[in-house]
């Protein structure tokens, strides 16, 4: 659902945990013959850290499976990879593209209770992309009416969120499993 309110009131943890995906790195998801809905997942990444992986999904809510590995996974995630300044600024390194059978491994290191994944429409996430001022998009965890989901929002090339526009599923799945 596209979110136009101050998106601080839904971001629960403490300290604040998000991934980043660079511009060309979710467009590349976009172009997926087929694509319909880019799927966020929880789940963990290199030491144990909490991170999102991002996929591509089609009309029939499958994972779309081009030759090349499909899914994205922030494996510096923040914390621990965040400015020690201003977390909001810390910079975005390219991710990894994992396989299925990767990414799968990736979310059952997550604890079953802890996972979850929010979907979000092509209209919504071309929307997203058309604002030619993001440069990186940060995918928070956030809480909405008690239920983990993610924020997702625009940043600019000075590593600040773009203000009023915000993605936040408000539909997320629990114990959501590739």
Known sequence: MVFNNNPDFY?????ITYATFLRDE???????QGFETLRF???KA???YDSVLAVGCDAGDQVLLPTFAPILLDNAPCPPECHYQNTANAP???NVWLTLDAARQVQQAMPSGNRFAASFPMAEIEELLSDTDAVKFRVYYALLLWLP????CRVGSDGNNLPDYY?????PVSSAVL
Do not use: C, K, N
């Open 46 to 48: 290199q030491g144990g």
């Open 167 to 171: 993605l936040l599923d408000d539909g």
């Open 149 to 152: 989901s993610f924020l997702v």
């Open 11 to 15: 971001l629960f943890r403490q300290p």
């Open 41 to 43: 997942y929880s789940v």
């Open 92 to 94: 975005a390194t390219p």
């Open 26 to 32: 979710l467009e590349q998801i976009r172009a997926m």
